[in-house]
C-alpha cells in the first residue's frame, strides 16, 4: 500500500526549500546592486528607484510571508506581522550598508517604498487566499 501523504509531505519541503532558495538569492541580489552605484536610468526616470524598491520589496515580502505562513509555528505573531518585521529589518539594513558606499545614501524614501511594497503584496496575498478559501472551502 502507497503512503499518499508522505510525497504530499516531501513536495511541501521541495516547495519551501525553494521559495527559501529564491528568497535568499533576492536578499543578496538586493545587497549586492546596493553596493554599486546606482544605475544610469534611475537618474533619467523620476521616482523609477522607488518602483524598484517596491517591486523588490514586495516580492520579497510575498515569498517570506508564503514561508513563514507554511512553517506554522506563529503562535504569538501572525505571518503578516512577522514579514512586515523582517522586510523592514532587511530594508533598513539595506539603506544603512548604503551608507558604507560613496556613491549611495541612506534614503528614507526608500525604505518607505520598501515597506509600502511589502504591505501592498502581503495584503494581495492574503486577499487572494480569502478568496480561494471561500471558493474551495
Not at 27 to 32: D, T
Amino acid at each position: 500500500m502507497q503512503n499518499h501523504v508522505f510525497p504530499t509531505q516531501r513536495s511541501n519541503s521541495r516547495n519551501l526549500l525553494l521559495l527559501l532558495f529564491i528568497s535568499t538569492g533576492l536578499i543578496v541580489a538586493i545587497f549586492i546592486e546596493s553596493s554599486q552605484p546606482p544605475l544610469a536610468i534611475f537618474g533619467q526616470i523620476s521616482g523609477l528607484d522607488k518602483v524598484a524598491h517596491f517591486m523588490a520589496f514586495g516580492l520579497l515580502a510575498s515569498l517570506l510571508y508564503l514561508i513563514i505562513k507554511s512553517l506554522k509555528t506563529h503562535k504569538w505573531f501572525s505571518p503578516f506581522v512577522i514579514t512586515i518585521g523582517l522586510i523592514t529589518t532587511i530594508g533598513l539594513s539595506d539603506e544603512l550598508y548604503q551608507l558604507l558606499n560613496p556613491d549611495r545614501a541612506f534614503d528614507m524614501y526608500d525604505l518607505l517604498a520598501d515597506i509600502s511594497g511589502a504591505w501592498f503584496f502581503v495584503i494581495l496575498l492574503k486577499i487572494r487566499n480569502y478568496f480561494r478559501s471561500r471558493v474551495n472551502p
